[in-house]
């Protein structure tokens, strides 16, 4: 599967990749999801602006607070609060920043985190424990063990991660309660 983007009043291709992880044994109700299309029960929708470390870590936080709040398992929301922290970090240090919308199901929650790109040209590497691009300002910081990713699949009951060299990322996951 390919796109184009418009550079310099040139067109270029870039070839979109895709990566996807279920949870053995959840494939079926995460293709029920899918399929449902049922309106989420809450919608919290947050800002990720690049770069900034105060913001970043916000989002999961607040999540967590909401789902406590409706009485999710406490292991589950450890689960969510992981996954959705590493998401959001990494849009703070790898993109131009972006946005996190967390869909409430009775049943589970579906995370997106979506960005301005500059994107991922290769998603299994990424994928791979110990594969890392962070700058120094973000390795300063204590990011950049190329934990992030395993980390988030580890904890999820899907992962599904959709890029392109010099365009969006969108990570989404899927824990269910
Ligand atoms: N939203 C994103 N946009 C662009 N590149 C990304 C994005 N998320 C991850 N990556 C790429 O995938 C690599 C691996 O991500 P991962 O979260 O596993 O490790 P890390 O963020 O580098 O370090 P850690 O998460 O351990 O602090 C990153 O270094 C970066 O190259
Ligand atoms: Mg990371």
């Given at each position: 599967?390919?796109?184009?983007?418009?550079?310099?009043?040139?067109?270029?291709?870039?070839?979109?990749?895709?990566?996807?992880?279920?949870?053995?044994?959840?494939?079926?109700?995460?293709?029920?999801?899918?399929?449902?299309?049922?309106?989420?029960?809450?919608?919290?929708?947050?800002?990720?602006?690049?770069?900034?470390?105060?913001?970043?870590?916000?989002?999961?936080?607040?999540?967590?607070?909401?789902?406590?709040?409706?009485?999710?398992?406490?292991?589950?929301?450890?689960?969510?609060?992981?996954?959705?922290?590493?998401?959001?970090?990494?849009?703070?240090?790898?993109?131009?920043?972006g946005k996190m919308i967390s869909n409430v199901f009775d049943n589970l929650i579906y995370m997106q985190f979506m960005d301005n790109g500059p994107g991922i040209s290769n998603i299994q590497q990424a994928m791979t424990p110990g594969f890392s691009t962070a700058d120094d300002l973000v390795r300063e910081l204590g990011f950049g063990a190329g934990l992030g990713l395993p980390n988030i699949q580890k904890n999820s009951d899907a992962l599904h991660i959709t890029s392109a060299l010099n365009s969006p990322t969108l990570v989404e996951i899927i824990i269910f309660f």
């Open positions: 599967m390919g796109y184009y983007i418009m550079q310099d009043s040139a067109v270029a291709e870039f070839e979109m990749s895709e990566y996807w992880y279920i949870k053995p044994d959840f494939e079926e109700k995460v293709q029920d999801f899918f399929a449902q299309k049922r309106e989420p029960e809450v919608v919290l929708e947050l800002d990720i602006p690049g770069k900034d470390f105060n913001i970043a870590g916000k989002g999961s936080s607040e999540l967590k607070n909401l789902l406590k709040r409706l009485g999710v398992d406490s292991e589950i929301l450890r689960r969510i609060a992981v996954a959705g922290y590493e998401a959001e970090i990494n849009v703070a240090a790898h993109s131009q920043g």
